[in-house]
């Protein structure tokens, strides 16, 4: 508590997996158990003492749940990414946004995808070219507004989707008969979820 205190009091910007990575690394003649267990309890037990100490301000459970499920290493951003989300949560857009996230992160449950790109020739439906197109559309945007730390502008563009997510899922039926074509849909999915997974997994929000 007195670590996070003191990254959180003075604004220091670091990595606490590269901070517990070198500790360990001074310590490793002491270790017990291999250097990967250890460094995944010690940064587990940081999470959970980060996650009592935001509850304590009041920050409600599925907000911190959210930023602490992507990459939360860099304690300070991690907080403003958690005020950032707390403030969209009063955007009328937000409750449905979440709501078709949480389709997109259900749907994807059990596949790994990595970076992987659709093949736009297996596009066999207009909804799939228009998600497609208006995701890479709005990338640029999110690494901006993310390199930035603007982001509230960056759950501001990610709200555009929503309606284009609504109708593909409406629309298209995701797990086709094609193996190809629907491997290729949910390469496209991951492509939409890939936009915010690294900043909060919003399908965490109960908004």
């Known amino acids: 508590m007195g670590i996070i205190a003191i990254i959180i009091d003075k604004n220091f910007r670091l990595s606490l997996d590269n901070l517990v990575h070198v500790s360990l690394n001074l310590l490793q003649d002491k270790l017990i158990k291999p250097i990967p267990d250890v460094k995944n309890n010690v940064l587990e037990f940081f999470k959970e003492r980060i996650r009592h100490q935001l509850l304590s301000q009041g920050f409600p459970f599925d907000t911190i749940d959210a930023v602490l499920s992507a990459p939360w290493y860099d304690i300070n951003d991690a907080v403003k990414r958690i005020k950032a989300l ?10 449905l ?3 078709a996230f949480k389709r997109v992160s259900n749907i994807l449950k059990g596949y790994e995808f990595k970076d992987e790109k659709p093949d736009v020739s297996l596009f066999s439906e207009p909804l799939e070219k228009e998600l497609f197109n208006l995701t890479n559309k709005i990338a640029p945007d999110i690494d901006k507004f993310w390199e930035q730390g603007d982001y509230e502008k960056v759950f501001e563009t990610l709200a555009s989707l929503k309606g284009t997510i609504d109708t593909f899922f409406d629309k298209v039926m995701v797990m086709a008969d094609d193996e190809k074509v629907c491997k290729n849909r949910l390469i496209l999915l991951n492509m939409v979820r890939n936009l915010y997974y690294q900043i909060a997994d919003l399908s965490k929000l109960t908004t």
Do not use: D, V
Not at 86 to 95: H, Q, V
């Open 97 to 99: 946004l979440t709501i």
């Open 86 to 95: 707390e403030g969209f949560k009063r955007n009328p857009a937000c409750s």
